[in-house]
């Protein structure tokens, strides 16, 4: 059967490694096959959950959509549409917000960690999320998605949501559960001041991150200044357990260079962490820097990426039109 993949970032602002590693690179080989039918959306009603700036938010999502082009994305060979152009995703995720328990959403971990200490401030759309990124997966019966680790749980409540659907209203198999396609290896990329924390757009300090836009200057100076540990680079994987950051550097390393962490750890073993740091600046330049060119040329061509959505958003509205239709009989709309 043909994998329907389907797939969602945010346009919160610059792309990082991180979704570049954990997402993008995924999508662009799920792209290449052309067994797959790939949606891959600019998730803008996810994007304001958080304090946002209105005037920003149309560049982001087109950045966004320079970005998945910039990396290898097709267009010709996939959807790529944004989120709030299609009806269907906020009429869905009210009706699953309505399946889905309170219970099941209080367990989720990435809510907690948006949301800080101040959860009675957070915004109720943060809280909710999930539930609408169920609505996104099911309403293209998609079969697959593509996403970093930290979204795991997030894919076990859509599949938990599909369900208790069928199952309340004894549609079986009408909202399909869908399979996560989560890397084995890499696919929480930390950020580089802390190795226990996640790289993300969010982060205030800019040192902690990649951005896909970054100039050769930038990368090379972020990784000079990406935290270590007094000891020279590990002998072998078991060393890193209790090293956070060389394992971090090391997993970029090897996911950039498809390539074991194993055999990264052994080609630098014993040696000094600027000597492997030249090394990795020296990788990351080469396959950052034609994305990155790549993304501020595409963003200059505001009617080329604005064809893209548009496009999209028509193709998509035809699918999940016609499943939301078919989800509101069923509750008796
Ligand atoms: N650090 C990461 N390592 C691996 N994968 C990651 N992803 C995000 N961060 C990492 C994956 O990128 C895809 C798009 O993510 P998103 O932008 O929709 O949302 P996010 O996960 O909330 O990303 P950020 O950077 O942490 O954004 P902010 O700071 O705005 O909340 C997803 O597949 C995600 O797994």
């Keep these: 059967m043909d994998k329907k993949i389907f797939s969602g970032v945010q346009p919160t602002g610059n792309l990082h490694l991180g979704n570049y590693l954990g997402a993008l690179k995924n999508f662009v080989e799920l792209n290449n096959d052309d067994a797959n039918q790939c949606i891959f959306c600019v998730v ?17 999502i087109r950045e966004t959509v320079a970005s998945f082009i910039a990396s290898g994305i097709n267009p010709k060979k996939s959807i790529i549409f944004n989120q709030s152009s299609v009806a269907a995703h906020s009429e869905g995720a009210w009706i699953l917000s309505c399946v889905a328990r309170m219970g099941w959403l209080n367990r989720m971990t990435q809510f907690k960690e948006k949301a800080g200490k101040d959860k009675e ?13 169920a609505a996104d997966i099911l309403l293209y019966d998609s079969t697959h998605v593509p996403v970093g680790d930290d979204q795991k749980q997030h894919l076990e409540l859509c599949r938990d949501i599909a369900q208790k659907f069928n199952k309340d209203f004894g549609v079986n198999d009408f ?10 290896e890499f696919s929480r990329i930390m950020s580089l001041k802390d190795g226990l924390k996640k790289m993300s757009k969010s982060e205030l300090s800019d040192l902690s991150r990649i951005n896909l836009t970054d100039e050769k200057d930038q990368i090379i100076n972020k990784i000079k200044k990406a935290k270590t540990d007094p000891l020279p680079m590990p002998k072998d994987v078991q060393e890193l357990k209790e090293r956070p950051e060389a394992q971090n550097l090391l997993g970029i390393y090897s996911s950039l260079n498809n390539s074991s962490l194993e055999n990264s750890v052994n080609k630098f073993s014993g040696k000094n962490f600027s000597e ?3 090394e990795l600046s020296e990788l990351l330049v080469n396959k950052i820097s034609p994305i990155s060119k790549e993304i501020k040329k595409l963003i200059k061509e505001q009617a080329y990426l604005d064809s893209i959505l548009l496009d999209g958003v028509e193709k998509a509205n035809k699918i999940a039109s016609k499943k939301i239709k078919n989800m509101k009989e069923i509750v008796g709309f």
């Design 44 to 60: 803008d009603l996810h994007a304001i959950t958080v304090k946002h700036e209105p005037n920003e938010l149309k560049n982001n």
């Design 175 to 184: 909202l399909k559960a869908p399979e996560p396609l989560i890397q084995k």
């Design 276 to 278: 492997f740091k030249d």
């Design 121 to 133: 401030k957070a915004s109720i759309g943060l809280y909710s999320y999930p539930v609408l990124m």
